[in-house]
């Protein structure tokens, strides 16, 4: 089935299906709240989206963005937002979109690549696919909240 997995940049024709993604993810969002965020991350070219096309349909989108490092020279590329539809997975399609994630990253000139992964029960799997994908477990983040949603 790989051989159909098809990598590419997003592009506005995807927000919907991004919106959903997002969902999965654990972060409820309409499609026209991925719009507005679509709209201000394309624009900002620190960040770059790709998605991963089965069937004609989006099922996997990885959400990047370039940041420089104080402690070295050189880039990283941080995954801030990777997800694959839970109706596609353990069907290559998460490899895939993470390979070709480090490519771009490569490509880019970013000397590492890493990401986040919540600590809930849910997202053991996930750890495990990051671990067999040759990502280390390196540190504990934190993080709080500077305004409330309502």
Do not use: P
């Given at each position: 089935m790989e051989n159909h997995i098809k990598i590419r940049p997003a592009s506005k024709k995807d927000i919907p299906q991004l919106a959903g993604l997002m969902e999965q993810l654990g972060y409820p969002t309409t499609t026209e709240e991925m719009e507005s965020r679509y709209t201000n991350i394309e624009e900002d070219s620190h960040y770059h989206t790709l998605v991963a096309e089965l069937d004609g349909k989006v099922q996997g989108m990885?959400?990047?963005?370039?940041?420089?490092?104080?402690?070295?020279?050189?880039?990283?590329?941080?995954?801030?937002?990777?997800?694959?539809?839970?109706?596609?997975?353990?069907?290559?399609i998460g490899e895939k979109l993470l390979l070709e994630t480090e490519r771009w990253a490569i490509e880019q000139g970013?000397?590492?690549?890493?990401l986040n992964s919540?600590?809930?029960?849910?997202?053991?799997?996930?750890?495990?696919?990051?671990?067999?994908?040759?990502?280390?477990?390196?540190?504990?983040?934190?993080?709080?909240?500077?305004?409330?949603?309502?």
């Open positions: 990885a959400g990047l963005c370039k940041g420089l490092f104080y402690e070295y020279n050189g880039f990283y590329v941080r995954i801030v937002a990777f997800v694959v539809d839970s109706h596609y997975r353990r069907r290559g970013a000397i590492a690549i890493g919540g600590n809930r029960s849910v997202r053991l799997a996930a750890h495990r696919f990051y671990a067999q994908m040759g990502y280390e477990q390196k540190s504990t983040g934190f993080s709080k909240a500077l305004f409330h949603n309502n």
